[in-house]
């Protein structure tokens, strides 16, 4: 049975209807239209579909609307913007670490929730913040660099 939502998104309130267990993932892709984050999984193995829910990253894919509560929910459009991008967004293109790009909102959306709460991480611990995340064009060493000079710039 369908409840009324009303989401907090990259800033913005949108009132939905939906059932309350349907995965937020898809809330945001088809009721908001919104292009990120993506579906990989469905199981909470990839990380393509993470967001953050009041700054921690949550896999959307499994997180209920029922479970969203107040809570404000940030996508990569809400990250930053083409004028004033995430020191993450600028470090990605500065190492060159997108190819197909299809997983790049889990990698980002990790790495900013990991850098407000690390700072001056080492490289063992930016791997492990990024562990489980999928990559299968295998820019994984490119995006630990992108990682370490956000962090270097965020420092």
């Known amino acids: 049975m369908a409840e009324k ?3 907090k998104v990259n800033g913005a309130v949108h009132n939905i209807e939906a059932d309350p267990d349907m995965p937020l993932l898809y809330a945001l892709r088809d009721d908001l239209q919104l292009s990120n984050p993506h579906f990989g999984c469905g199981l909470s193995q990839c990380g393509a579909c993470t967001v953050h829910l009041d700054g921690v990253a949550t896999r959307s894919c499994v997180t209920p609307l029922a479970k969203v509560g107040n809570r404000e929910v940030t996508t990569l459009a809400g990250l930053g913007t083409p004028e004033k991008p ?7 293109v500065e190492e060159q670490v997108p190819q197909c790009g299809y997983c790049l909102n889990g ?3 990790t790495a900013a929730a990991f850098l407000k709460t690390t700072k ?3 490289e063992a611990q930016i791997r492990q913040a990024l562990t489980g995340l999928k990559c299968r064009c295998g820019t994984h060493t490119a995006i630990v ?3 370490q000079r956000a962090a270097d710039k965020m420092a």
Do not use: E, K
Not at 86 to 92: E, G, M, R, S
């Open 5 to 7: 939502f009303a989401l």
């Open 107 to 109: 990698w980002i959306m």
């Open 86 to 92: 995430h020191p993450l967004q600028t470090a990605y």
């Open 145 to 147: 660099r992108a990682v």
């Open 120 to 122: 001056r991480p080492s």
